[in-house]
């Protein structure tokens, strides 16, 4: 029995420290996109094609913003704080205005801690775009290298690689940078084959660099560490935060007024309302309990934009108005609030503490179940 005992753990450890050379051995590539239309997500997964064509890498594509386009529904959204644990980056961006898209500005501008940190330096980086007509695509591309040039990342041009196959009875979105597709231009299918092809050799040529370079730099976890003790909170009780929804309407996310900061949300995860309606009527108390959680999961994540991502800021919660979407009659608000309350107090401890008032209402924006308005106190 001992010695049955004895051969399954040895096959075990063995098992596992194969599974763990195998990652130790895996290349992985985030392929890191904003796209509205489209565009740029047909050019990511061509890049993804030539990154995967080499043995033992992976390609992960995530989008920094939420977007309208059903096509990139699918696409998971990527953490700031994630970034320094691949072994490379490859940023695929519309051009706006001869530059990189706002999304993508927004989103590089919250890397700041990162860069403190030298969270990215020496990880190869490569950017492609998708164009309209192409003007200014070289600025573009090139605005796209300053960024990661601060971060001291590796950047791995396109070079002339593949021009020899390129069908040049039409434009093509050729770059020695990066690859473009020209997207509002006539006469093919964009991004045309000429331009996959180059994007599946910049995939290809950018995964062998990696491969190279895999172990030159100090890949890490460091960096979510560095901000905050909270947001170790946040991690070790695995509550991730969604990203700010975007305003319905003229207004802000947050609004600070000296210490305090303002924020209203309702029910919404990935850009829909969780669940619609009225409780009781199209809605079970369940339902709107987990539309509660989800609407101050926003709150947080809002509260966390306005102290640039270091919840260890937040000095306290001052008080929390839920408004809940109920019948004529109905009186258990303050059941339905303590969702958000305890979540308030699980995240904050002590300093999670706060005034509150509930009520319902007959009708609410969107036909959310529940809207919640807070006021919290920051350094
Ligand atoms: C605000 C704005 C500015 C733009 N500026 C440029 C530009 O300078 N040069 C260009 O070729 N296309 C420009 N475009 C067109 C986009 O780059 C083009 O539609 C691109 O394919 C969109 O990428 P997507 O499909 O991934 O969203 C601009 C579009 C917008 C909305």
């Known amino acids: 029995m001992k010695n049955i005992f004895k051969f399954f753990t040895v096959i075990v450890l063995a098992l596992t420290s194969n599974q763990m050379m195998a990652q130790e051995k895996t290349t992985t590539i985030l392929v890191l996109i904003h796209s509205d239309q489209g565009g740029t997500y047909e050019l990511a997964k061509e890049v993804a094609k030539g990154i995967e064509s080499h043995k033992e890498t992976r390609a992960v594509i995530k989008k920094v913003a939420a977007t309208e386009n059903p096509k990139l529904k699918d696409v998971p959204l990527a953490s700031v704080e994630e970034l320094p644990t691949y072994d490379g980056i490859a940023f695929g961006s519309p051009i706006y205005f001869g530059n990189i898209s706002t999304a993508m500005s927004e ?3 919250k890397t700041v801690k990162i860069w403190s940190s030298h969270g990215l330096e020496g990880m190869p980086a490569t950017v492609f775009m998708s164009a309209g007509s192409g003007a200014g695509r070289d600025l573009a591309l090139q605005s796209f290298w300053n960024s990661l040039a601060v971060h001291g990342m590796v950047l791995v041009p396109n070079g002339i690689r593949g021009d020899e196959a390129i069908d040049k009875s039409i434009p093509q979105g050729n770059s020695v940078l990066g690859t473009t597709s020209l997207a509002s231009l006539k006469g093919a299918e964009r991004p045309s084959t000429s331009e996959r092809k180059l994007a599946v050799l910049q995939g290809n040529n950018f995964a062998k660099v990696a491969q190279a370079l895999k172990g030159t730099f ?3 976890t460091s960096v979510v560490n560095s901000i905050g003790a909270l947001n170790k909170v946040l991690q070790a009780k695995n509550i991730v935060l969604p990203n700010v929804p975007k305003p319905a309407g003229n207004y802000e996310p947050y ?3 000296g210490n305090l900061v303002f924020i209203n949300q309702v029910a919404l995860k990935g850009g829909e309302l969780l669940y619609a309606g009225k409780l009781g009527r199209e809605l079970t108390e369940q339902q709107v309990d987990e539309a509660t959680r989800v ?5 947080i994540a809002v509260l966390a934009q306005a102290v640039d991502g270091d919840l260890d800021k937040v000095k306290r919660c001052v008080q929390l108005t839920g408004i809940f979407n109920t019948q004529d009659g109905y009186t258990k608000h303050a059941a339905l609030m303590n969702v958000a309350s305890d979540l308030a107090v699980e995240v904050f401890g002590e300093k999670g503490k706060h005034a509150r008032a ?4 007959s009708s609410i924006p969107l ?3 529940v809207e ?3 006021i919290f106190e920051v350094e």
Do not use: E, Y
């Not at 609407?295 to 709150?299: C, D, E, G, Y």
């Open 295 to 299: 609407t101050m999961l926003n709150v």
């Open 255 to 257: 609004v600070r007024s």
């Open 372 to 374: 919640i308005q807070a």
């Open 367 to 369: 036909n959310s179940p």
């Open 218 to 220: 100090a890949k890490g």
């Open 358 to 361: 509930t009520f319902g209402a």
């Open 107 to 109: 989103f590089l501008s």
